[in-house]
């Protein structure tokens, strides 16, 4: 069972407001990613860190999100501010990314975004 | 178009009845994983199967690297079952990005 940990399940937020999910990834997992799931499931790749190094991020990230991963902190996602296209289930997965399976995502249970 | 192409959309099965899943890329994918995902819930990794046939109980992952396909077999399906199955391609060495498939909606019926 993974044990990423992703909080708030839930928010709620007005246009234009700023919406921070927070994640903790599993212990020992150095690879840390964000997605982006639609409510069609399209997936969309957001930003990973290499502990707390920015390793690829899509530019919708760069101009809109702020993203973080400190040492001994969760991590965070944060939208400046929230537009409606924004509601979706915002993922965190971590990884060892060490070969073969040490190449597989723990996916977090997600949160929520409801952009009214 | 899309990079990765799953087949089918949704599936309706009885219970004790076999699943087959297919996952198709348009482009070489360096590594592939399904994943299963309840109503609401998270992604939990079924197979990491970069090539060749893995298998855990009754759930059987076959990926042909050179025919960009993999499948996922479920056998004597089960109601707990039901679900989304999504199987995600990492492409090229080193982008450590997933690129996912829209998922097949599996509801298995009593």
């Known amino acids: 069972n993974s044990k990423v940990i992703q909080t708030p399940r839930y928010l709620v937020k007005g246009q234009g407001q700023k919406a921070k999910m927070r994640c903790i990834p599993e212990?020992?997992?150095?690879?840390v990613f964000w997605y982006q799931q639609n409510k069609n499931n399209e997936f969309k790749f957001l930003i990973n860190f290499q502990n707390q190094e920015v390793l690829q991020q899509i530019d919708m990230t760069e101009k809109r999100f702020s993203a973080e991963c400190p040492s001994n902190s969760p991590c965070s996602l944060e939208i400046q501010s929230s537009e409606a296209g924004d509601s979706a289930l915002y993922l965190c997965a971590s990884s060892l990314l060490q070969g073969d399976s040490g190449n597989t995502l723990y996916f977090g249970e997600g949160s929520r975004l409801i952009v009214v | 178009g899309q990079q990765v192409q799953q087949s089918p959309t949704s599936l309706v099965l009885q219970e004790g009845e076999n699943a087959e899943l297919q996952c198709n890329f348009s482009t070489s994918l360096n590594s592939m994983q399904w994943f299963y995902q309840r109503p609401g819930g998270s992604l939990i990794s079924v197979f990491y199967n970069p090539s060749g046939t893995k298998q855990s109980g009754r759930l059987t992952s076959t990926t042909v690297i050179k025919e960009r396909r993999s499948s996922l077999h479920i056998s004597s399906s089960q109601i707990t079952d039901s679900g989304t199955y999504l199987c995600?391609?990492?492409?090229?060495?080193?982008?450590?990005?997933?690129?996912f498939g829209s998922g097949t909606q599996l509801t298995v019926m009593p």
């Open positions: 995600a391609m990492e492409r090229s060495s080193g982008s450590w990005q997933l690129i």
């Open positions: 212990k020992g997992h150095p690879v």
